[in-house]
């Protein structure tokens, strides 16, 4: 017998045994915690390589330690069509405001190791820019501080203004340019549209450029309370508590 036909048989046999071997083991039991039932989530947007350590992933956000009123309104939106993204708009579409209260909590309760930042690709004279805008804005455009709203170290305000720190490039791009097509709306008013619609595209990169380029603070979690009144109104977060 040709030994490749021996090989081939061996191989075969090996095959049909561990099936057998896998069907008489029967179906493996998942277990039924909410964590589980979220990989769906973190598959996107809390990704590993397989050492373990957190990806700096090209497009989707970082979410764990958002606060839970920014992701619990982000998650409505979704659901209710003032954000544009249809997977995220796929998975939600059903589900009810107390599980989606049940996701805010689980994910802003969550605090893991934040990536390195991406290096930077762009002149430094784009860099600059981006940080005068996120940290001095633009009086001449009537553009506020990033950090007037998002905190000194860009880590969010309790309850609903998210963190920009450890964003992605493409990500930041992205929500300004759904702002500026209205594909993505919050509550009236909408202070980010309205700053968007402020913005040159430059400005928009050199923005984008430099939050990512930064690396996460030592200490992540939102801050308690900011200044009052912020510079735009802002439905997500009225001026009165």
Same mark, same amino acid.
């Given at each position: ?19 057998t ?8 039991a998942?277990?039924?915690?909410l964590?589980?039932?979220?990989v ?20 989707? @956000?970082?979410?764990? +330690?958002? =606060?839970?009123? #920014?992701?619990?309104? $982000?998650?409505?939106?979704? !659901?209710?069509?003032? &954000? ?32 390195a ?27 506020p501080?990033?950090i ?13 203004? @998210?963190?920009?720190a +450890?964003? =992605?490039?493409? #990500?930041?791009n992205? $929500?300004?340019?759904?702002? !500026?097509?209205?594909? &993505? ?23 984008s450029n ?32």
């Amino acid at each position: 017998m040709p030994l490749f036909v021996k090989f081939h048989r061996i191989a075969l046999f090996a095959l049909s045994c561990a099936a057998t071997l896998s069907a008489s083991a029967g179906p493996q039991a998942v277990p039924d915690t909410l964590a589980q039932r979220l990989v769906a989530c973190t598959a996107c947007h809390a990704r590993k390589d397989a050492q373990g350590v957190a990806i700096n992933d090209q497009y989707f @956000p970082r979410i764990s +330690g958002k =606060p839970a009123g #920014y992701l619990y309104n $982000q998650l409505v939106n979704f !659901r209710d069509g003032r &954000r544009q993204y249809p997977m995220m708009n796929y998975m939600v579409s059903h589900l009810p405001d107390a599980y989606l209260h049940e996701i805010a909590g689980y994910f802003a309760a969550e605090h893991l190791p934040a990536p390195a930042p991406a290096p930077a690709s762009v002149p430094q004279a784009v860099l600059d820019r981006g940080r005068q805008l996120v940290t001095r804005g633009d009086p001449s455009l009537k553009v506020p501080a990033c950090i007037a709203c998002h905190g000194e170290k860009l880590t969010g305000v309790l309850p609903t203004i @998210p963190g920009l720190a +450890g964003l =992605p490039r493409d #990500y930041i791009n992205a $929500q300004f340019g759904a702002w !500026r097509n209205q594909q &993505r709306r919050a509550h009236a008013p909408d202070c980010m549209a309205a700053i968007s619609a402020r913005l040159s595209l430059a400005d928009v990169s050199a923005i984008s450029n430099w939050i990512a380029s930064q690396p996460m603070p030592a200490d992540p979690r939102p801050l308690d309370t900011i200044a009052r009144p912020l510079p735009l109104s802002c439905g997500s977060f009225p001026d009165q508590p």
